[in-house]
């Protein structure tokens, strides 16, 4: 799920429509895809954008809701969903992975993603509100930049995904690097499909993998950097750093490790997005060209 506030789509209206679920896709043992058909509802949404889902809608949530709504003394929060697809694809795909309780790191249990991950069936009317978000690309990339750079952690890799599509796509100028972190292979979202893509762009895509918790590079991915994305990565990434758009995305010091933080008398510790976003003033990417999206 996306932290950021609903941002209006330069080009459209934001509008509630609903969507019927015609496929589930298995991406990993705790992420899906959603295959959504807006029936007639335009697809005039930017590769990167996302559609926002208010749970409110499941009668199989409302008790759940009532309890946390009194707990936390507020109205609970409509969820905002990345897309994987592009305008170009008939039905829109949100990719969710289902979050977990964690105590000392997570205020609350999870709400939505779960139920969105085990507890649907196909054939359902989902109601979502869109488009929405600026962390997208459009026509006009070619003439911002000629070589875009994903930088991503988990399932942020779902907006980036849907932008190197749309690139590969439409925008043959513009060279993509795309660097994607996990813990572990199994733990890898759109695997097959970013080396298909690799394979096809005839050098105009190059994915980098980074596993933190792998003892060596897997089959799949002999070339995969064992590590965190650091310097040295980011550094062969981007050969020259004034003349590049960076698209980051993945965890951020959120609320609530501001709290805990503070509660400790400490500062929070950095996340991925605070870390990217250092390493990449270190190597003189210009702040205009940094463009970032945060969950947690």
């Not at 005039?44 to 409302?62: K, T």
Request: include cysteine; hydrophobic fraction near 40%.
């Amino acid at each position: 799920m996306i932290e950021s506030a609903e941002a209006t789509s330069v080009q459209n209206r934001i509008q509630v429509f609903d969507t019927v679920l015609r496929e589930i896709v298995w991406e990993t043992p705790d992420t899906v895809t959603l295959m959504l058909d807006p029936g007639d509802h335009p697809r005039n949404y930017l590769a990167g954008q996302f559609v926002s889902i208010d749970p409110a809608q499941f009668r199989e949530l409302r008790q759940q809701i009532a309890y946390f709504e009194h707990a936390k003394g507020r109205r609970e929060a409509v969820r905002a969903y990345s897309m994987a697809s592009t305008p170009d694809e008939p039905l829109l795909a949100i990719t969710i992975k289902e979050e977990t309780f964690i105590p000392g790191s997570t205020e609350y249990p999870p709400l939505l993603s779960p139920f969105l991950v085990h507890g649907l069936q196909l054939g359902r009317t989902i109601t979502v509100k869109g488009y929405s978000g600026f962390f997208a690309v459009g026509p006009d990339l070619a003439e911002r930049t000629r070589h875009l750079v994903h930088v991503v952690a988990g399932s942020g890799v779902v907006p980036n995904f849907a932008m190197a599509k749309w690139v590969f796509a439409h925008q043959p100028e513009v060279q993509q690097t795309f660097v994607y972190s996990n813990k572990t292979w199994s733990e890898v979202i759109f695997a097959r499909e970013l080396a298909e893509l690799e394979r096809a762009s005839g050098g105009r895509l190059r994915v980098v993998h980074c596993l933190t918790r792998e003892p060596s590079a897997p089959a799949e991915s002999p070339c995969a950097r064992l590590g965190r994305i650091n310097r040295e990565v980011l550094a062969d990434a981007i050969p020259e750093p004034g003349n590049c758009l960076v698209y980051a995305c993945g965890p951020a010091i959120t609320r609530w490790d501001k709290k805990a933080a503070r509660d400790r008398g400490e500062e929070p510790a950095p996340r991925f997005i605070e870390t990217v976003k250092a390493v990449l003033a270190e190597l003189g990417v210009p702040r205009t060209a940094v463009h970032t999206e945060a969950y947690g």
